[in-house]
Nanobody, 115 residues
Framework: QVQIVESGGGLVQPGGSLRLSCVVS????????MGWYRQAPGKERELVVT???????NYADHARGRFTISRDNVKNTWFLQMNSLKPEDTAVYYC?????????WGQGTQVTVSS
């Protein structure tokens, strides 16, 4: 079983930055894809970015150029650096791990972009 815990959310002004963290623990397979997703009030959950175990990334159009995914393999931690934040980035941000036959989600962390 895999556990995922996100952190780093909060209130930030438009144009500001935040770095989210996603710590993964438990019994993990070496073949996986990690992803950041978000869900705004009244909207469906949507992709932000994914990263495969080999390091290949796929950014949603709204994130490309402003957000960056990275990882610390030693600490089994994935990061989402978010710059130039906009009010429309307000959402709960979730970390997702996909392994062969299994999908795991974290509980989410709230990001609010407001002046």
């Amino acid at each position: 079983q895999v556990q995922i815990v996100e952190s780093g959310g909060g209130l930030v002004q438009p144009g500001g930055s935040l770095r989210l963290s996603c710590v993964v623990s438990g019994r993990m397979f070496g073949i996986y894809t990690m992803g950041w997703y978000r869900q705004a009030p009244g909207k469906e959950r949507e992709l932000v970015v994914t990263m495969t175990g080999g390091g290949a990334t796929n950014y949603a159009d709204h994130a490309r150029g402003r957000f960056t995914i990275s990882r610390d393999n030693v600490k089994n931690t994935w990061f989402l650096q978010m710059n130039s934040l906009k009010p429309e980035d307000t959402a709960v941000y979730y970390c997702k791990r996909v392994e062969p036959g299994s999908t795991y989600w974290g509980q989410g962390t709230q990001v609010t972009v407001s002046s």
